[in-house]
């Protein structure tokens, strides 16, 4: 069994930045995918990010490319978003969700292994 624990998620301006992570426990996550899920208020969660184990594949949504950047440190057995330029929009509930699946899922299903997320509000 894997628990994952979010942290990072703070009140922040227009244009702000954050840096969220995800410490996982129970078992090493060295060798799953991992990924960043958001859910804004009345809205379905969305797929962020996500990052193969080696790091061979990464995968942004398109709304977040060259904002935010995800990166892994598989020694801590840690996983980060670095979030730049925020916009009012970024206002979610960010998840931390690992696979088992080696390759950048983009679906819900995919991940077998969720947090219980921190949240985010950029105010504008």
């Known amino acids: 069994q894997v628990q994952l624990v979010e942290s990072g998620g703070e009140l922040v301006q227009t244009g702000g930045s954050l840096r969220l992570s995800c410490a996982a426990s129970?078992?090493?996550?060295?060798?799953?995918?991992m990924a960043w899920i958001r859910q804004g208020i009345g809205k379905e969660r969305e797929f962020v990010a996500a990052?193969?184990?080696?790091?061979?594949?990464?995968a942004y949504t398109d709304s977040v490319k060259g904002r935010f950047t995800i990166s892994r440190d598989n020694a801590k057995n840690t996983v980060y978003l670095q979030m730049n330029s925020l916009k009012p929009e970024d206002t979610a509930v960010y998840y931390c969700?690992?696979?088992?699946?080696?390759?950048?899922?983009?679906?819900?299903?995919?991940?077998?292994?969720w947090g219980q997320g921190t949240q985010v509000t950029v105010s504008s």
């Open positions: 969700a690992a696979s088992f699946l080696p390759y950048t899922i983009q679906t819900m299903g995919g991940y077998q292994f």
């Open positions: 129970g078992r090493s996550v060295s060798r799953f995918t």
């Open positions: 990052i193969t184990w080696n790091e061979d594949s990464i």
